[in-house]
């Protein structure tokens, strides 16, 4: 079972969108509908920003949006702002009761 | 308020047994499956297995099988990873966390986690 591949990082300037991406098989990301993604700022616990592809957690501006086609699942948040620099998480059902996460994006709001 | 609150900081040494926690509450623990992930120093986040309280019923990624022992005392709302035979790849942080209702399409709520730190 190997990690989900997602760019080591990504940058964007205040105001734009990025957009990470999270690249697994048809056994895992394309499989299923279940990929979520995780943010964790430095030294802090991971949080849920996104479920079941496009799903928001209650509390979680409307700037993070998320989709899939085919093995690939994207996160992504327009107008950064300086808060959203953190690590990022991509995480998908690989059948099962396994799952597997992505090896992580350092997002940097220049 | 539901969270998860984990046990403090340990450091062990190599073939040492090792036992952490996660306590549960603010909400009904025998209703949500629990998942445990590690995070290597500067690495990301990996699947450890998960249980659910209410019976027990574990499952482990392959790549822990064999390697920790998940378990969950439901009657102080609280679950655990144990190790038996520690080694220096087994310093990480160590994460709990609360899956969905749904079976465990998410991680809804984390533990603050628990640093484990083997070393001679």
């Known amino acids: 079972q190997s990690a989900l591949t997602q760019p080591r990082s990504v940058s964007g300037s205040p105001g734009q969108s990025v957009t990470i991406s999270c690249t697994g098989t048809?056994?895992?990301?394309?499989?299923?509908?279940?990929v979520s993604w995780y943010q964790q700022h430095p030294g802090k616990a991971p949080k849920l920003v996104m479920y079941?592809?496009?799903k928001r957690p209650s509390g979680v501006p409307d700037r993070f949006s998320g989709s899939k086609s085919g093995n690939t699942a994207s996160l992504t948040i327009s107008g950064l702002q300086a808060e959203d620099e953190a690590d990022y998480y991509c995480c998908a059902y690989a059948g099962s009761y396994t799952w597997v996460f992505g090896g992580g994006t350092r997002l940097t709001v220049l | 308020e539901v969270q998860l609150v984990q046990s403090g900081t340990e450091v062990k040494k190599p073939g040492e047994s090792l036992k952490i926690s996660c306590k549960g509450s603010?909400?009904?623990?025998?209703?949500?499956?629990i998942a445990w992930a590690r995070q290597m120093p500067g690495k990301g986040l990996e699947w450890m297995g998960i249980i659910y309280p209410r019976d027990s019923d574990t499952r482990y990624s392959p790549s822990f099988q064999g390697q920790v022992t998940i378990s969950a005392d439901k009657s102080i709302s609280t679950a655990y990873v144990q190790w038996n035979n520690l080694k220096a790849s087994d310093t990480a942080m160590y994460y709990c966390?609360?899956?969905?209702?749904?079976?465990?399409?998410?991680?809804?709520?984390w533990g603050q986690g628990t640093m484990v730190t083997v070393s001679s």
């Open positions: 603010g909400y009904s623990f025998t209703s949500h499956w």
């Open positions: 079941n592809v496009n």
């Open positions: 048809s056994s895992d990301v394309g499989g299923y509908t279940y």
């Open positions: 966390a609360r899956c969905d209702t749904g079976g465990c399409h998410s991680l809804e709520i």
